[in-house]
């Protein structure tokens, strides 16, 4: 398979994710509410337990962004059931809510919260970088950070969560390139030193940047987020080396700029990028099917890895290190990750058909259009809560420990979340109690928020909120309280699975559509 092949199947398998197109018969979701027996270790006292969230998706104001751009052109579906308009203008409004959100978060047990400081508020024009922020978004970033500290809330904060200001990449002006650029990776180095120097106090775990791989599969190859372009897959190579470039020099960047133990443990922070990984299942055991779905799951989930923990390039993505300009420990990427960050949502089934020109057409992997035997979420993924053992069994030869940054469910119902809470929390308890090195955990997300370009269908909030009244009302959702319960009992316990009911069958001519950015 070659490179193009194999990033094109990518893309469409993580395009796959994105929920179903509502032509899909309700597949028997029944899944057994299974009782497992009861782990002896219990989480530690020192895990961190929290929510994550980004700035485009739960504050206002962000529009001299790409994003916004993208959201002019009409990229965003309105897909909300509430009949509101679907733009991150109207989102949850952290800024004017982020105290009470953060007692929010306390009074669930969290003693950590994922957060973003955003470049482009911070710096909406490009000659105030890096010197020169703007002092309102300043203060305010600073009283966010003081709010988690009052309330012993330790935060973990990304540098890059999807939007850029439209000084460094904007969608009608191609000398604006973003990460296609190859200087990109010193700008973003110069505000990771930036971000060191003014936040080291405050901060010891960082993350460089969100999801690599899904930011250049959306943008370059699906076409689901900006800049929307479809299958240029030599501009994702260059986007994706610029990524891993830009992580390796944002990480040297912070060390030598963040010289303060915001945490008082005495150690120095810690940097890592928050990396989306699934479990890619074969749909049959033909071994076509197989092979396609090694590749996938060796393409998302470890290259990146591999390239900034061994310092191992596969310049073309092709899964070999044998190509003309592959390197192998390259002193100059190698050793910058601290622990590693860990999305994990779920799987992708694959489907290998035909020649390796018929991937990018065709789509090999579309979860959605493959009868699977598991749950469904609200925007038609897979429940598959083992997988994030499996993922976490296939981090193991790093040596790194492992935060879990992202793990949730889009169920505005709450009818599925406190199971799906349960069962994924077992499988990190069970990780735990096996010897694995995992530190936290941060369920996405505290609140509903804006979902990129699937707008406010999916909903994936601890926290529904009311986007329809003016000051956005929050209310407590049913996974709030069994995430609760789980903190204080440091604990999943057979009884607590006894007490939740099996999945609800979902109606997916009701599904969120099919336009999510991954
Ligand atoms: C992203 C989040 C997003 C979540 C749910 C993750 O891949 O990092 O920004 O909201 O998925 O779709």
Known sequence: ???????????????????????????????????????????????????ATASYQVE????????????????????????????????????????????????????????EISLARLFPTRAQFPNNPDPTVLAYYHAVLKACKDRQIQPLVTLFHWALPTWLHDLDDPTKAGWEAADMANTFAAYARWAGREFGAEVDLWITINEPLVYVTTGWLSANAPPGKFLQVDAALDVGWNLIEGHARAYDALHQADIMDADGDGKPALVSIASHNRVFVPETSDPQDKRAAELLQRLSNRM??????????????????????DKKADPMLKNRLDYIGLNYYGNSTVRYIGNEN??????????????????????????????????????????????????????????????????HLYEVQRAIADGIDVRGYMYWSLMDNFEWSAGYC?????????????????????????????????????????????????????????????
Request: net charge negative; hydrophobic share 35%; aromatic share 10%.
């Open 358 to 423: 018929s991937f990018p057409i065709i789509g090999l992997p579309k979860t959605e259009n493959l009868d699977t035997p598991y749950a469904k979420t609200e925007n038609n993924w897979d429940v598959y809560p083992h997988g994030l053992r499996d993922v976490l069994d296939e981090l193991k030869p790093y040596a790194l420990p492992i935060i879990i940054t992202e793990n949730g469910i889009a169920d505005r119902d709450d009818d599925m979340r406190p199971r799906y809470i349960v069962e």
């Open 60 to 115: 206002k104001g962000l529009t001299n962004t790409d994003w916004h751009q993208w959201e002019v052109k009409g990229k965003v579906l309105d897909g909300d059931k509430d009949g509101m308009n679907d733009r991150a203008e109207d989102g949850p409004d952290f800024q004017a809510h982020y105290a009470d959100d953060l007692d929010r978060a306390k009074s669930l047990g969290n003693n950590a919260y994922r957060m």
């Open 1 to 51: 398979m070659k490179s193009s092949a194999l990033l094109a199947a990518l893309a469409l398998a993580l395009a796959a994710c994105g929920g179903g197109d509502g032509s899909k018969p309700a597949a028997d979701a029944s899944v057994d509410a299974y009782v497992p027996p009861a782990l002896t270790t219990k989480f530690p006292d020192t895990f961190l337990w929290g929510t």
């Open 304 to 325: 990146f890895l591999d390239a900034v923990v061994k310092g191992d390039e596969d310049k073309n993505f092709n899964g070999s290190l044998d190509d003309p300009g």
């Open 458 to 518: 999916p909903r994936f909030g601890l926290y529904h909120v009311d986007f329809t009244k003016p000051d956005r009302p929050r209310t407590e959702g049913a996974g709030a309280r069994t995430y609760r319960q789980i903190i204080a009992a440091k604990d999943v316990s057979p009884e607590l699975f006894r007490t939740l009911p099996a999945y609800p069958i979902q109606d997916y001519s009701v599904s969120c559509p099919h336009l999510s950015p991954f």
